[in-house]
């Protein structure tokens, strides 16, 4: 398989540390989808990462979707998600609420590096969705005593949350403060001191 996007990317980071953590053996090509874009389109023409090539050529271009896909190929014991319900379908809550939140930055980013007039509008908006998706992390996690958020062991949800957090806070300085959101910042910080996410990790490169 080849992974395509750079790590700087919570959404390109998180496929990278589930495909690490499953042992599943995959290629990295950090291209950007700024200076990278025409080789990226002829696998993605939405020219958007992650992009996943499969060993068959399909190509994958979803986060979800190639998490999805990633789940299928190990022993259902070893999936990243719960594999019964409830803690499925709040597991996997958790994990869109923090990929949403890193969405809505980029968007913020955009919005607010990218343009020459920026609208208030937007940033505020982008701002609230950003903040509003990390104060029901904060609650949630603060409510749970396990080590990961679903148990004893790590999961797509940990991953997402941590991966977010960098993101955002990386891309967008100052605009989270950790007093706030103890529980989450915590958390994170756990998971980033760990083999896995110090290996599979890039410093923020603003688009040029």
């Not at 190509?59 to 499925?88: G, K, Q, Y």
């Not at 509003?132 to 904060?138: C, I, P, Q, S």
Request: glycine share 6%; with cysteine.
């Amino acid at each position: 398989m080849i992974l395509i996007g750079q790590y700087d990317s919570s959404f390109v980071r998180r496929v990278g540390i589930a495909l690490t953590l499953y042992g599943l053996p995959f290629e990295h090509r950090p291209w950007s989808t700024f200076g990278d874009a025409e080789r990226l389109r002829e696998f993605n023409p939405l020219v958007k990462v992650p992009t996943l090539v499969l060993d068959d050529g399909e190509v994958l271009i979803d986060s979800h979707m190639i998490i999805d896909h990633l789940d299928s190929l190990v022993e259902p014991e070893r999936r990243m998600f719960p594999a019964s319900e409830p803690e499925r379908r709040r597991a996997m809550k958790i994990a869109a609420l923090a990929t949403g939140m890193a969405d809505n930055g980029v968007s913020l980013f955009y919005e607010t590096y990218l343009h020459q007039s920026p609208s208030a509008m937007l940033v505020e908006r982008r701002r609230g969705q950003v903040l509003g998706a990390l104060r029901t992390l904060e609650e949630d996690r603060a409510a749970r005593s396990t080590p990961y958020w679903f148990g004893e062991t790590i999961g797509h949800a940990d991953v997402a949350v941590a991966c977010a957090l960098r993101h955002v806070g990386d891309s967008l300085p100052g605009l989270i403060d950790p007093a706030r959101y103890p529980q989450v910042h915590a958390h994170a910080a756990r998971l980033e001191s760990l083999e896995v996410f110090q290996a599979v990790s890039q410093p923020f490169v603003p688009p040029s």
